[in-house]
């Protein structure tokens, strides 16, 4: 089975080698760097094996994205708190949102509305509507980005006509495929960044059912993630002209 691994890090200014992974099944720390094949090298090394390789890396690539626990202990907020962030965040507040469906909106009657019409109703009166709308209003930022899968599930068909009320919010509102994602190396994860200083992870079960958030604000993780929003950003579309191609290849 393949691992499951996540972009954690790089110092190079081209984006490139050396970087460093990690295994998400195992937790095992992956290194890419210039190989060591110099036999006067490799001879000074001890309990090199058979089957092992050398690589040498900037030690400050290291020091910046390698990790800082042994094992990290996730500092989980409740609902009531996280809702509370969308209140208090100075200037900016982005979403990446990459499952292929939430428990959420299938409980949501306009949910049923957009099965049975191809259209998702619009809700600008609803309490997150009312506070989004009022954050920007106030000149602070609110995006996301929603990758979608080829083809789209119905749950992300769903939140593709809902854009609609998230751009009349004043939401900055945007798509990419899958495929895409994967190359622009996006985590697979959900998550909001807040002012560009607070992480809040959102987990789910199995069945897609948010349960609780996690919240990072080590300044070395947080800058990881903010990279990935950009990437993200980078890599999408606007929603409307996303779904003008979707429209496009059906």
Known sequence: MARRIRFTGTDSKNGGCPAVHEDLNSGEILVQGRPVTDPDDIAQLQHLGPDDAVVA????????????????????????????????????????????????DREDPAYEEFLATGVAPMDLDSD?????????????????????????????????????????????ARNLWRAEAERAHLPAEDFWIFDSRLVAILRFDDQDVFHDVEVITEPAEVLRYCQVRDAAVHASVPYDQFAEQLGATQ
């Open 57 to 104: 890396v900037p030690r400050e690539l290291l020091v910046h994205h390698g990790p800082k626990e042994l094992t990290r202990v996730p500092n989980l907020i409740g609902l009531d708190e996280f809702g509370r962030l969308f209140e208090t965040f100075a200037h900016s507040a982005w979403h990446l949102e990459t499952r292929r469906g939430y428990a959420s």
């Open 128 to 172: 997150w509507c009312q506070t989004i709308t009022r954050q920007t209003a106030a000149g602070k930022y609110v995006g996301r980005v929603r990758v979608v899968d080829d083809p789209p599930t119905d749950g992300q068909r769903f939140l593709l006509s809902y854009a609609r009320c998230n751009s009349a919010t004043g939401e900055d």
